[in-house]
């Protein structure tokens, strides 16, 4: 079975900061899906980023980019130019990329907060 | 505009009573799923179907039933059974294209009185 894990309970960051969040999956299929999701107070979970296993590219959305080592089973969220509104909790997921309408599989979160 | 509606936001349950949390979406999705959030857990998967009259349990199933009679459609029902029902409950849906996100809800938090 797939398991996603988040190892950094809390994290916090400067406004105008970097900061990278961590995750590491385990899982025996080669085609894969990964993503960031992000859960701000209104707890409407929000989609950051994916990433496809195939591709060796790291996947970047604005201020968000990821460091993704398929060899490793990493997949790290780096926020650049930290912002107040991006205090939230933020999974990592995985979802199988050989069958369709799987479900996710999340690991347990990161708080992060931003302070000013 | 397309998304997904939970209803109500707020529920509350005297022991022994089952609920049922509504979940409607009008994304034309056809696979529908259910993950309850506690705190330091993450999302756990309840329940999911891929097609309407079919669904699959997911890691933590005892205690909850699901019907999936319409496409738009997939109500969750909390019962008796389940010991420890006060958790945050996430509807989400997703097309059958392989590697797609997830769209989700906005919760409904289910607590037990």
Redesign the interface.
Known sequence: AQTVT?SQ?EMSVQEAETVTLSCTYDTSESDY?L?WYKQPP????I?VI?Q?AYKQQNATENRFSVNFQKAAKSFSLKISDSQLGDAAMY?CAY?R?????T???????TTLSVSS | DGGITQSPKYLFRKEGQNVTLSCEQNLNHDAMYWYRQDPGQGLRLIYYSQIVNDFQKGDIAEGYSVSREKKESFPLTVTSAQKNPTAFYLCASSSLRVGTEAFFGQGTRLTVV
């Open positions: 988040q309970p899906y993503f209104s707890r409407q979970m989609l994916r496809e999974f979802r990329g050989t069958q369709a309408g479900a996710l599989i999340f690991g347990k979160g």
